[in-house]
């Protein structure tokens, strides 16, 4: 029996959600893409609906005969145990979910640029907060996570993160380098030659059937002032 999965987000952008869609779309699972079919208030309502019962805290979560699986690196180590997205040795699927939460840690450092002081305030309103934050994440602490996730590929003689095919973590690192592309263009140009294995990495993902498709698709939503990665012109630096 194919299985159909509910994956609840919001409709509006590509956000955390598009962690879970590119690795689907890669390997061919099937889905719907819940809120941009049913709209923002079905996605509150059927939040609501599973709170009191193992619910999620908040999207994006999959929904699949009653059950719920939400944040981000536990829906994807369940799809990779589910899908083979993930390697079958236990070392190895251990290792790469320690890699998709510390991506996990860099997005969560990615959103506290733009919105270091309030989540729920305006940029506008934190902005000179947001310069000081922004010059520490692009001078320290994006070479940081960049060097560890080049010294993991580098780790073993595949071409890949983990071995030599294709992993959840590897669609999640494209999604970090695009992501990043759009927010400090000027930076990432001055340090991607650094991480080549990183970069080659990104273009491996780019070349999956399944993502090109993506890619090309209108579900792939661009890149926005309103989701994770942000671009801010003054916030690039020099």
């Not at 001078?139 to 959840?168: C, I």
């Not at 993502?211 to 939503?221: M, P, Q, T």
Request: net charge negative; glycine share 6%; hydrophobic share 40%.
């Amino acid at each position: 029996m194919t299985l159909r999965y509910g994956l609840w987000y919001w409709p509006s952008i590509q956000g955390r959600g598009e962690f879970i869609r590119l690795p689907m779309e890669a390997a061919g699972i099937d889905y719907v893409d819940c809120a941009r079919d049913q709209g923002v208030e079905a996605l509150v309502a059927n939040l609501e609906k599973h709170a009191a019962k193992r619910g999620s805290f908040a999207p994006p979560y999959l929904e699949l005969d009653g059950m719920v699986i939400g944040q981000v690196a536990n829906i994807l180590l369940y799809l990779g145990e589910r899908h083979q997205i993930a390697p079958s040795n236990m070392a190895d699927r251990l290792w790469l979910n320690q890699l998709q939460l510390t991506m996990s840690d860099m997005i969560a450092e990615v959103h506290d640029v733009h919105h270091p002081v309030d989540m729920m305030a305006y940029y506008e309103d934190q902005k000179t907060a947001a310069l000081g934050a922004a010059d520490a994440f692009r001078d320290e602490r994006m070479p940081k996570f960049f060097q560890h996730f080049e010294q993991a590929a580098a780790s073993h003689n595949g071409d890949w993160l983990v071995d030599h095919r294709w992993t959840y973590a590897d669609t999640s690192l494209f999604q970090l380098v695009e992501g990043l592309r759009y927010m400090f263009p000027k930076r990432m140009a001055s340090i991607e030659a650094d991480y080549p294995r990183v970069i080659a990495i990104r273009d491996q993902v780019a070349e999956l059937p399944g993502i090109r498709a993506y890619l090309k698709s209108e579900r792939r939503l661009p890149f926005s002032t309103e989701g994770i990665f942000r671009h801010y012109p003054e916030l690039d630096g020099e």
